[in-house]
């Protein structure tokens, strides 16, 4: 099974300033006959189920705003949260689907300093 | 508009079973593979299962594996979880969620909002 490994645990940054969360797998999850990676980032606000954010690492799903990007391949990943917002508190997680069983980060959870 | 609506949830013995059941509406059920991702209180993501848009392709976390399984009935525009011996560790809540494609993809664009079920004598 792939692990995903999020880094830090949690996270508190200042309304408009910049979050980063980390995320690694315990392999690859690029794959090569088409050069796309296989992550997702979800966010979970608290009750609410997860919203998808971003999916092949980098690509931005229709309404999410652009504050929030992914970047990464392989093996290492990031997500990006410019200028954090109030309604940005939430838990982060990403997610690999490159293999079954599917595998999801242990979450990061972000909130306001 | 998409929703999903997990019911079938409740408190049940360990050793038990229980029947999860997921409506979707505001898109074509028939066409995505759907699947059950599960969240202890207070826990992070767990997948559970999925099942591909014509029920022919299924896969299941280790965890649940020989105990749980997943079925659908496309004319009745259903998604199920039938869960089996549960185990304490099984309580969790439960969502169903689409697939971004008729296959396993694998990452899921629409969620429901969920449905507690609590292993426990």
């Known amino acids: 099974d792939i692990v995903m490994t999020q880094s830090p645990d949690s996270l508190a940054v200042s309304l408009g300033e910049r979050a980063t969360i980390n995320c690694k797998s315990s392999q690859s999850v690029l794959y090569s006959s088409n050069n796309k990676n296989y992550l997702t980032w979800y966010q979970q606000k608290p009750g609410q189920p997860p919203k998808l954010l971003i999916s092949?690492?980098?690509n931005r799903e229709y309404g999410v705003p652009d504050r929030f990007s992914g970047s990464g391949s392989g093996t290492d990943f990031t997500l990006t949260i410019t200028s954090l917002q109030a309604e940005d508190v939430a838990v982060y997680y990403c997610q690999q689907y490159y293999s079954t069983p599917y595998t999801f980060g242990q979450g990061t959870k972000l909130e306001i300093k | 508009e998409v929703q999903l609506l997990e019911s079938g949830g409740g408190l049940v013995q360990p050793g038990g079973s229980l029947r999860l059941s997921c409506a979707p509406s505001g898109f074509t059920f028939s066409n995505y593979a759907m699947t059950w991702v599960r969240q202890a209180p207070g826990k992070g993501l767990e997948w559970v299962s999925i099942?591909?848009?014509?029920?022919?392709?299924?896969y299941y976390a280790d965890s649940v594996k020989g105990r749980f399984t997943i079925s659908r009935d496309n004319s009745k525009n259903t998604l199920y979880l039938q869960m089996n011996s549960l185990r304490a560790e099984d309580t969790a809540v439960y969502y169903c969620?689409?697939?971004?494609?008729?296959?396993?993809?694998?990452?899921?664009?629409?969620w429901g909002q969920g449905t507690l079920v609590t292993v426990s004598s």
């Open positions: 969620a689409k697939d971004i494609a008729n296959w396993n993809q694998g990452f899921f664009d629409y």
């Open positions: 092949w690492a980098s």
């Open positions: 099942i591909s848009d014509n029920g022919a392709t299924t």
